[in-house]
């Protein structure tokens, strides 16, 4: 299920004007109808590598998204319609933060064109994550013990 987390503007488009973005394409099979060209570019990564930030943009287009990975979106610019299995469509604009799970499938709609950050996280194995936490909340515990470094 889509989570419509806030509706205020967070960010203002203005701030990533002349990022330079470079041409990608919706794969042919996720493409309903429209324009299939997109405009996209990593804006940071964290220092682990398994979290990115992107700016990404669409003209008019209609299409299916499969997510690989956990993604939350700031959509800066434009609007977008967001349809269930049952046709119910749902309107995002400017300042909506949207959160899509790992596995979630989606179709959108883009009437005209959308410009979003989207803050992309590689999932990691329930047993590495376990570890990655544990190491995590040692090292804090260690860092506030007063003979701890």
């Not at 400017?94 to 064109?113: A, S």
Request: glycine share 8%; net charge positive; with cysteine.
């Amino acid at each position: 299920m889509v989570s419509k987390l806030i509706t205020q503007n967070v960010l203002l488009p203005s701030a990533f004007e002349g990022v330079e973005l470079q041409r990608g394409q919706i794969p042919a099979e996720w493409l309903i109808e429209g324009n299939p060209e997109t405009r996209s570019t990593v804006i940071g990564r964290s220092t682990d590598g398994t979290s990115y930030v992107t700016l990404w943009e669409c003209g008019s287009v209609t299409m299916d998204w499969h997510y690989d990975r956990d993604e939350a979106i700031v959509i800066l610019d434009g609007e977008a319609f967001l349809i269930d299995k049952n046709g119910f469509e749902q309107r995002y604009g400017p300042g909506d933060v949207i959160l899509f799970p790992r596995g979630m499938q989606t179709r959108w709609r883009v009437p005209n064109y959308m410009r979003k950050v989207a803050f992309l996280k590689l999932n990691t194995p329930l047993p590495l994550a376990i570890a990655t936490k544990a190491w995590n909340r040692a090292a804090r515990l260690l860092k506030r013990s007063p003979s701890g470094h």
